[in-house]
Structures are given as structure tokens and as C-alpha cells.
């Protein structure tokens, strides 16, 4: 073999990276169906008429649907930073194995927590939100060792869509369970028990690094790290100091945690509040209202298809990370801000309008994951799970306060006034939000990433790799870096 032929090397159509990324695309998907589970389950739970009078109904007030829906942001906020330290710096794979496995026997003893009131189910779901808290700070942290840049966007997206694809088989599945002899309480135990069978399967077959996935081939896991620019650290991973004070001070990422919180007010209201919409507003019944509020999801997980696959072809054709960043994120935040400023105006009582626009509105989101929630990565791949841990958790305060505000906003749930008040805050917040990020983010990575410095080098130790068996003169981070330098962010 000569050395042109040694320094080209062809990466596989289907390897071992993903499969990892399909095991993390299950788990972020499972994970929300346990999450988003109770947004159907509790419209049962306080159903006047169920359809076995044997299964346990509840008196429950909407402030106090609220305070459920909302406590399992409660924990999930609380454990953001410190999970995603231990992410960065120790086991990513076996911190989301173990807390994915917790937090699915905790959903199958949902029901029995429910016996015993509503302030037994809220400290359930605390705890639930504690155990789901590493989620995101895991995946991002797996994406950043696993996804090589030119394909950052269609594998990225695809695990970042995963929610989308949870939401989109909870929601019809929740509804005909609830409306069945068995009732809500088996929406809990399947889920649950689905959750304990993923976690058992990805503590063995998951990997924190290439070199650590015993069935990796030698040729994909060279072309993983010298995309990479060889930052497989899975010898000394906790010698990396996570450098807080320049996290902290950095405008991207305060670009990027403004546009986050914006992302989070309307995606967890529409979320923990559409099955209720639905059927009070609209006039679906339970077994509809599942299945319909699940349409907007669906229409979000397919739209991520095409748009990651534009966004990866447009980087290859030379169009800067940041311009594809910026794009992506203002399709996902200002098209959902037209269609809620839509319902607002337009008066109709046509349900088929309404959930034609919330379709719309709520599908395009998904442009954000080829946007601020990947352009972690683009800033620092070392600290990417570190720095999602930062913004999650400030995001997720609203996850906190966007169902308890809309709780005291529609104080009637059948009033369609009130609930414009909420789509009108939401046009606003995501409008401002990503106009930010517009301004101010980027996309380049960070002085401080890397903190022993060998960025400078490690881009020297590639001379040429081939992408889809094409020859290029430049390994990928150079060209990124190269494209960058020469575009204003």
C-alpha cells in the first residue's frame, strides 16, 4: 500500500458508530415516553366517566395538574450541572444507562404513588426528573466523541429527534390505553417497562469512545478519530479540567442558552398542555386527543430528515457552519412563531385549521436540532456535555414555569382567549429568542476547549481523508476551521 492509499480513508456507509447512535436515538426517545406519558395519563386520571369504574379517578384541579406536569422539571433542573460535569469527565454511556433505568421503575410505580395522593405522585416525578437530568448531557457528550463534523448534522439531528419520535408513539398509545378496561395505570407499566429493558441492553452494548466498542473495524474507528483530529480520550478522561469561568463568560454560549430557554417556554407548553387543548377546546375526546396531539410531533421527527440531510449537504458544498446554524435554528423557532401568531388573529372554531396550524407551527421546531442544540459540539467538543448541563438547566427552568404560568392564564380551559394569550407569549419569546442567536452566536470552536492545547498540532497529523471515497487535500476539521476563518460569525 502506498502512502496516498495509507492517508485516504473510506468511511463505511452503516459501522459501528450507528449503531451507537441508533441506541442513543432509543434512548432518548424512551426516555420521553416516559416523560411525556403523564401529559395523556393525567387527563384520564381525572376523567368524570372512565371507561372502567374500577380503575382509581382523582379530583385533581387544573393548578394541580399543573404542579404535576410540571415537577418533573423540578429535578431535572437541580441535576443539569452536575451530571454533566460527571459526563464530561467520567462514563457518559453508563451515567444515561443507570439514570434511564431508575427513572423507568420509578414510572411503573407511578400508579401506586398515586393511591397515595397527589403530593406522592409530584415527589415521584422530582425524582424522575433527577434520574433523567444526565439525558441531554450524555447524548451530547456521546455525539461529540462518536459523530464525525460532516456528519454532524444528519447523525445529530437524528438522535436529537428522538424526543420527537417518543412524543409521536406515547401520545396515540397513551390515549387508547386510557380509553381501554385497563385504564391509565398500564400507560406507566409499559413505558416503564420498556425503559428497563433499553437500559440493560445499552449498559452492555454502549461505549463512550470508538476505541472502547470492541466491534468497531480499525478502519472506522481511524476515520472517527482523525475527523476528530484524535481526540479520543478514553485513556485519560479525567484529566480534562472543565474550564468554567471561560464557559461562563463566553457570548455564544449565552447566545446559545437564551435560545435554548426560548426553545424549551414553547416546546414544554405545548408539550404538557396540548392533550388538554385538545380536548377541552377542540372537543376531542380521550382516545382522540392523544392520537391528535401527536400529529405536530410526527410532522417535527419527519421534517428532520430532509432539513439535517440539507444541512450536512450544504456544508459539504462549501457553505459556512455558521450560515447552516443560523438557518437551520430560524426555520425551528420563527416559522412555529408565524403559525402561533396566526391563531391568534384568525377566529374560527374549524378544528381541522387549528390542528393543521399547530402542525405546522410545532413541526418546523425541528429545525433547531441542526441548529443551537448541535452547535454545542461546533464550540467545544471536549465540553459540549458540560455546556448543555449549563444551558438545560437554565432552559428548564421553564420547564418549570411555562406550565404553572399557563396554568394561571387559562384558568378556563374551554375559554379560547386565554389560551391565545398563551400562543402570543410563545410567538414573542421564540421571535426574540432566536434573533439573539442570530446576533451573537457561533460556530467556531473555542479557545478553550481544549485545555492542554494540542489543537494547534493535531490538525497537522492528517493529510488527506476521503469522504464518500473522494479524495480531499484537507482533513475535515481543517477545512471547517479554514471556512470559518474566512466568515465573519
Known amino acids: 500500500m502506498n502512502d496516498k492509499?495509507?492517508?485516504?480513508?473510506?468511511?463505511?456507509?452503516?459501522?459501528?458508530?450507528?449503531?451507537?447512535?441508533?441506541?442513543?436515538?432509543?434512548?432518548?426517545?424512551?426516555?420521553?415516553?416516559?416523560?411525556?406519558?403523564?401529559?395523556?395519563?393525567?387527563?384520564?386520571?381525572?376523567?368524570?366517566?372512565?371507561?372502567?369504574?374500577?380503575?382509581?379517578?382523582?379530583?385533581?384541579?387544573?393548578?394541580m395538574s399543573s404542579f404535576i406536569l410540571s415537577s418533573f422539571f423540578w429535578g431535572y433542573v437541580v441535576i443539569q450541572i452536575?451530571?454533566?460535569?460527571?459526563?464530561?469527565?467520567?462514563?457518559?454511556?453508563?451515567?444515561?444507562?443507570c439514570g434511564i433505568f431508575i427513572c423507568s421503575i420509578l414510572s411503573?410505580?407511578?400508579?401506586?404513588m398515586a393511591s397515595y395522593g397527589y403530593v406522592a405522585v409530584i415527589c415521584c416525578r422530582v425524582a424522575m426528573g433527577l434520574c433523567q437530568g444526565c439525558l441531554l448531557p450524555c447524548a451530547q457528550t456521546l455525539l461529540s466523541r462518536w459523530v464525525p463534523p460532516?456528519?454532524?448534522?444528519?447523525?445529530?439531528?437524528?438522535?436529537?429527534?428522538?424526543?420527537?419520535?417518543?412524543?409521536?408513539?406515547?401520545?396515540?398509545?397513551?390515549?387508547?390505553?386510557?380509553?381501554?378496561?385497563?385504564?391509565w395505570p398500564s400507560i406507566f407499566y409499559i413505558f416503564g417497562t420498556i425503559g428497563i429493558v433499553w437500559s440493560i441492553i445499552f449498559y452492555w452494548l454502549g461505549a463512550d469512545y470508538p476505541s472502547q466498542y470492541p466491534r468497531i473495524s480499525p478502519n472506522?474507528?481511524?476515520?472517527?478519530?482523525?475527523?476528530?483530529?484524535?481526540?479520543?480520550?478514553?485513556?485519560?478522561?479525567?484529566?480534562?479540567?472543565?474550564?468554567?469561568?471561560?464557559?461562563?463568560?463566553?457570548?455564544?454560549?449565552?447566545?446559545?442558552?437564551?435560545?435554548?430557554?426560548?426553545?424549551?417556554w414553547g416546546f414544554y407548553t405545548f408539550l404538557t398542555e396540548m392533550p388538554s387543548y385538545m380536548k377541552?377546546?377542540?372537543?376531542?375526546?380521550?382516545?382522540?386527543?392523544?392520537?391528535?396531539?401527536?400529529?405536530?410531533?410526527?410532522?417535527?421527527?419527519?421534517?428532520?430528515?430532509?432539513?439535517?440531510?440539507?444541512?450536512?449537504?450544504?456544508?459539504?458544498?462549501?457553505?459556512?457552519?455558521?450560515?447552516?446554524?443560523?438557518?437551520?435554528?430560524s426555520i425551528g423557532l420563527w416559522i412555529p412563531a408565524i403559525a402561533m401568531f396566526i391563531l391568534c388573529i384568525i377566529k374560527?372554531?374549524?378544528?381541522?385549521?387549528?390542528?393543521?396550524?399547530?402542525?405546522?407551527?410545532?413541526?418546523?421546531?425541528?429545525?433547531?436540532?441542526?441548529?443551537?442544540?448541535?452547535?454545542?459540539?461546533?464550540?467545544?467538543?471536549?465540553?459540549?456535555?458540560s455546556m448543555m448541563s449549563i444551558t438545560n438547566c437554565i432552559a428548564n427552568v421553564l420547564g418549570i414555569v411555562s406550565p404553572l404560568i399557563c396554568g394561571i392564564i387559562v384558568t378556563d380551559e374551554t375559554n379560547v382567549n386565554q389560551w391565545n394569550i398563551v400562543f402570543s407569549i410563545t410567538s414573542v419569546i421564540y421571535f426574540v429568542s432566536n434573533l439573539i442567536f442570530l446576533i451573537f452566536g457561533q460556530a467556531n470552536i473555542q479557545p478553550w476547549n481544549d485545555v492542554?492545547?494540542?489543537?494547534?498540532?493535531?490538525?497537522?497529523?492528517?493529510?488527506?481523508?476521503?469522504?464518500?471515497?473522494?479524495?480531499?487535500?484537507?482533513?475535515?476539521?481543517?477545512q471547517i476551521i479554514e471556512e470559518e476563518s474566512k466568515t465573519p460569525c
Open 150 to 183: 460532516m456528519e454532524r448534522a444528519r447523525l445529530g439531528s437524528f438522535v436529537m429527534n428522538g424526543p420527537q419520535f417518543g412524543t409521536v408513539i406515547t401520545m396515540p398509545i397513551s390515549g387508547a390505553l386510557a380509553a381501554t378496561s385497563i385504564g
Open 82 to 97: 452536575p451530571s454533566g460535569y460527571v459526563a464530561s469527565t467520567h462514563s457518559a454511556q453508563k451515567l444515561l444507562a
Open 5 to 63: 492509499e495509507d492517508h485516504q480513508i473510506t468511511p463505511s456507509k452503516f459501522g459501528s458508530r450507528h449503531v451507537q447512535m441508533l441506541l442513543l436515538f432509543l434512548g432518548m426517545a424512551i426516555a420521553y415516553t416516559v416523560r411525556v406519558s403523564m401529559s395523556v395519563a393525567i387527563v384520564a386520571m381525572r376523567n368524570k366517566n372512565p371507561v372502567n369504574p374500577n380503575i382509581p379517578q382523582y379530583d385533581w384541579d387544573t393548578q
Open 280 to 329: 377541552s377546546v377542540l372537543n376531542f375526546d380521550i382516545s382522540q386527543s392523544g392520537g391528535v396531539s401527536a400529529l405536530p410531533y410526527l410532522a417535527m421527527w419527519l421534517l428532520g430528515f430532509p432539513i439535517s440531510f440539507l444541512a450536512d449537504l450544504a456544508l459539504k458544498k462549501g457553505v459556512p457552519i455558521v450560515i447552516v446554524r443560523k438557518l437551520c435554528n
Open 108 to 112: 411503573v410505580l407511578t400508579p401506586l
Open 348 to 385: 374560527t372554531t374549524n378544528s381541522i385549521f387549528f390542528v393543521a396550524i399547530l402542525v405546522v407551527g410545532i413541526g418546523f421546531n425541528c429545525g433547531t436540532t441542526c441548529g443551537f442544540q448541535i452547535n454545542l459540539i461546533d464550540l467545544s467538543p471536549n465540553f459540549a456535555g
Open 220 to 264: 472506522e474507528t481511524r476515520y472517527i478519530n482523525d475527523s476528530l483530529g484524535n481526540l479520543d480520550k478514553s485513556g485519560d478522561i479525567k484529566k480534562l479540567k472543565v474550564p468554567w469561568k471561560s464557559i461562563f463568560t463566553s457570548v455564544p454560549m449565552w447566545a446559545l442558552t437564551i435560545v435554548h430557554c426560548g426553545h424549551n
Open 452 to 478: 492542554e492545547d494540542h489543537l494547534k498540532t493535531q490538525h497537522r497529523r492528517v493529510s488527506t481523508i476521503s469522504i464518500a471515497g473522494e479524495p480531499t487535500s484537507l482533513s475535515i476539521p481543517e
